[in-house]
């Protein structure tokens, strides 16, 4: 009997560690710890000023970023995304689409999810937007299946190469203390009670986009029912709609 209770304990124990293996989140935590690893590897500290995990305060809650890196060259705002498979996508699409043994799975628009991270940024250092660089980086098994806008990069060392290309200066060595100092100082602590409230800011953002194609919801009545629901603003192109809570 406690033979038989071992063997089930372990095998459950299993499950749970592949499964955790698995899941989405740990995925794109060890993408981020190896892109932390090269950055901090491969870009001096005289020229570069690094920031990883970062979560900042927006209005009505917050915005998580991954990395951010402050130079004379301008800043980088990097959204890291660890996946396999086909990547289909283009800048003006809310929804891309990864392609994995036959399995089609959506995912939301990279540049456009990095577009806020990008603009959290600017209001907080008061910066102009050209001298902000935002920048996805697929650091998975993935391949591109379409042609890709720029600011996408396909790999670690990509993602360095892209950011030491960058080699006109535009800021002052005292602009860069002063960014990195306001950033220093805005993060907020990674703990549990901030990674509840990003998620729910996060659940709340999801809550007013299209389920199919990431539009903006509006508000219609079911002239029917007389039930009011919300509805893809780009109706009839998108039929996708959300039940109102």
Request: aromatic share 8%; proline share 4%; net charge positive.
């Amino acid at each position: 009997m406690l033979q038989d209770f071992q063997l089930i304990a372990a095998l459950v124990v299993f499950t749970i560690i592949i499964w955790l293996l698995r899941s989405p989140s740990f995925k794109g935590a060890l993408g981020e710890r190896r892109v932390k690893r090269s950055l901090r590897a491969q870009l001096s500290e005289d020229d570069y000023r690094l920031f990883h995990d970062l979560t900042l305060p927006v209005r009505g809650g917050t915005t998580q970023i991954d990395h951010i890196v402050v130079s004379r060259f301008g800043v980088f705002i990097i959204e890291t995304k660890n996946m396999r498979g086909w990547i289909f996508g283009s800048a003006d699409q809310a929804v891309w689409t990864q392609v994995l043994f036959r399995r089609k799975s959506k995912f939301q628009n990279p540049i456009r999810q990095n577009y806020k991270h990008v603009k959290a940024v600017q209001e907080l250092l008061h910066i102009k937007a050209h001298l902000l660089h935002g920048v996805v980086a697929f650091v998975g098994s993935g391949i591109p299946k379409s042609a890709m806008p720029p600011g996408v990069v396909w790999g670690v060392q990509s993602l360095v190469e892209h950011i030491k290309a960058k080699r006109f200066a535009v800021l002052s060595e005292e602009e860069v203390r002063t960014f990195a100092a306001s950033l220093s100082d805005s993060g907020l602590k990674s703990n549990i009670r901030t990674r509840r409230a990003h998620v729910r800011h996060v659940k709340a953002d999801v809550a007013t986009t299209c389920p199919k194609c990431g539009a903006p919801l509006v508000q219609r009545t079911n002239r029917q029912s007389g039930n009011s629901f919300l509805s893809c603003s780009t109706f009839p192109v998108c039929r996708g709609t959300r039940k109102l809570s």
